[in-house]
């Protein structure tokens, strides 16, 4: 069993940035970061393999958000910069066992979510 540890979300102006983190309890093939606004499913931001440090991005995330590992640490992190108030969810951090990309049923295990406020 992993355990995900969120953190950095918070209230941020519009053109702002935020850097998230999530610590992992122990070592899987992959992390992703996803995002869940209010009445919308839960979609894909990022994600990232702990050994070659592949990274994969939502289409709409590329060149805002930046994901990367701290092997040492056990810690990935979603730097996001020029956000904007349609960025708003909770962000979730998920880790697989064998897969790294978009696809949220390959996910093995998730942390409890960080809010993310973007005010316009």
């Known amino acids: 069993q992993v355990q995900l540890v969120e953190s950095g979300g918070g209230l941020v102006q519009a053109g702002g940035s935020l850097r998230l983190s999530c610590a992992a309890s122990g070592r899987t093939f992959s992390m992703g970061w996803f995002r869940q606004a209010p009445g919308k499913e839960r979609e894909f931001v990022a994600a990232i393999t702990w050994s070659s440090g592949i990274s994969y991005y939502a289409d709409s995330m590329k060149g805002r958000f930046t994901i990367s590992r701290d092997n040492a640490k056990n810690t990935v992190y979603l730097q996001m910069n020029s956000l904007k108030p349609e960025d708003t969810a909770v962000y979730y951090c998920?880790?697989?066992?064998?897969?790294?990309?978009?696809?949220?049923?390959?996910?093995?295990?998730w942390g409890q979510g960080t809010q993310v406020t973007v005010s316009s």
């Open positions: 998920a880790a697989s066992s064998g897969y790294s990309g978009r696809d949220i049923r390959r996910y093995d295990y």
